[in-house]
C-alpha cells in the first residue's frame, strides 16, 4: 500500500508497531500510546484487502464489518482510561452523522478490564458507538500489521469494499479534514460491488 503522503506521525506510528510498543509498557507512564493526529490516505488502487473482522460487542451482540459494505466506515480505537478518546468520540460521532447514510461509525474497544467499563464511558461521553468489545487486540489484528491503527486513539476508515482508504493515528484535532476525507471516499466510483 502506498500512502499519498508519510508524514513524521505516521512515520512515529509505524515505529511504534514495529517495535510493539503498543502495551502498556514503554509508555512513559502513559496508559495508552498516543500519536499525532496526522491523516494519511491511500489512493484506491494501492488498498489492500478488505478487512474481515467479527467478534462481539460491547452492548453484548455481535459486530461484523462485512455488515457495513457499500457504507464507509469510521473505525475508532479507544479505551474508556483515555483521556483524549473522551474529547474524541463526539468529534467523530458528528462527522457521522454529517455525511449520513454514506457512512458508518463504528468503534474498537480495546484494553477494558471489564465490558461494563465500556458502557459507562459510551453513556457518560453521550455517544451511541456500536463497538467491538476488543481487549485481545483481536479486531486490530485483522488490519494489516504496516497500517494496524495501535494507538490509542487512532481512527481507520475503510472505504464502501470495506479496504483501509485512511488512516489517523492518535487524537483528532478537528474534524473538518476528516469529514472531507470521508466525503472523497464516499464519491469515489468504480468500487467492485458499487461500481
Not at 10 to 37: H, I, M, P
Not at 86 to 94: I, Q, V, Y
Not at 102 to 118: C, Q
Not at 166 to 176: C, D, I, N, W
Request: proline share 6%.
Amino acid at each position: 500500500m502506498a500512502p499519498r503522503q508519510w508524514t513524521v506521525g505516521v512515520l512515529a506510528f509505524a515505529l511504534l508497531v514495529l517495535t510493539g510498543c503498543s502495551d502498556l509498557q514503554g509508555t512513559d507512564g502513559k496508559q495508552y500510546v498516543a500519536g499525532e493526529g496526522q491523516i494519511v490516505t491511500f489512493d484506491p488502487e494501492d488498498r489492500g484487502a478488505p478487512v474481515q473482522a467479527r467478534g462481539e460487542a460491547v452492548d453484548g451482540g455481535e459486530l461484523d464489518l462485512a455488515d457495513y459494505r457499500g457504507r464507509v466506515v469510521i473505525a475508532n480505537v479507544w479505551w474508556s482510561g483515555c483521556g483524549p478518546c473522551r474529547k474524541e468520540l463526539p468529534l467523530l460521532a458528528g462527522v457521522a452523522q454529517e455525511v449520513g447514510e454514506d457512512a458508518a461509525l463504528l468503534g474498537i474497544n480495546v484494553r477494558e478490564v471489564g465490558v461494563d467499563n465500556s458502557r459507562s464511558f459510551l453513556r457518560e461521553v453521550g455517544v451511541d458507538l456500536p463497538s467491538f468489545y476488543d481487549p485481545g487486540s483481536e479486531v486490530l489484528l485483522a488490519f494489516s500489521p504496516e497500517t494496524s491503527p495501535t494507538a490509542i486513539p487512532s481512527t481507520a476508515v475503510l472505504d464502501r469494499d470495506g479496504r483501509l482508504a485512511a488512516l489517523v493515528t492518535g487524537e483528532l484535532r478537528s474534524p473538518v479534514t476528516l469529514r472531507d476525507v470521508v466525503d472523497d471516499i464516499a464519491a469515489e466510483t468504480g468500487a467492485a460491488s458499487h461500481g
